[in-house]
């Protein structure tokens, strides 16, 4: 059985609204899968024991990942994600001049750590709506048709 972790920071609740939606949707199929709060420090050598690697952030400011993941980002330095399948989502406000730049930053990042982007970063703006929940739970459909990392 396929193993999927979703690591995610959520200040306002918004991301973790999108982890949960996104989650709902990956769970339509046979598959094992990790929630992880990034406030419950979890070191970055745990996706190495996955197949598939969802992050979730909100963006912070004009641009910026949330202090919170940055202990856990500055450690992905430390791990080879080669050969996973990986995707990135979160929320932001198109009010500041880089909306959403924390998925655009965390997709780069495991990017340089060997992992394949299966799909571009989705991107709320602020609280995630019926529409934004139904883009959630398909994102997670999506993963899974992509990475098959999935016994479908």
């Known amino acids: ?9 959520s200040m306002s609740g918004n991301t ?3 982890a949960d939606s996104i989650a709902a949707g990956i ?11 990034i406030m419950d420090s979890p070191e970055a050598s745990i996706l190495e024991g996955y197949d598939g690697i969802l992050l979730g952030a ?19 330095d430390d791990v080879d994600l080669t050969g996973k399948k990986a995707a990135v989502f979160g929320s932001g406000d198109s009010y500041y001049t880089h909306y959403c730049a924390a998925v655009d930053i965390l997709s780069e990042k495991l990017r340089e750590r060997g992992a394949d982007i299966v799909m571009e970063g989705l991107k709320v703006e602020l609280t995630p709506e019926d529409e934004e929940i139904k883009r959630c739970q398909d994102f997670g459909r999506e993963f899974m048709k992509k ?3 999935s016994s479908i």
Do not use: H, Q, R
């Open 1 to 9: 059985m396929s193993k999927i972790i979703i690591i995610f920071a």
């Open 16 to 18: 973790e609204e999108m």
């Open 27 to 37: 769970k339509e199929n046979d598959v094992d899968i990790e929630m992880i709060d």
């Open 58 to 76: 909100y963006t912070w400011g004009d641009g910026d990942l949330p202090d919170d993941f940055l202990d856990f980002y500055d450690e992905m």
């Open 147 to 149: 990475s098959l990392v």
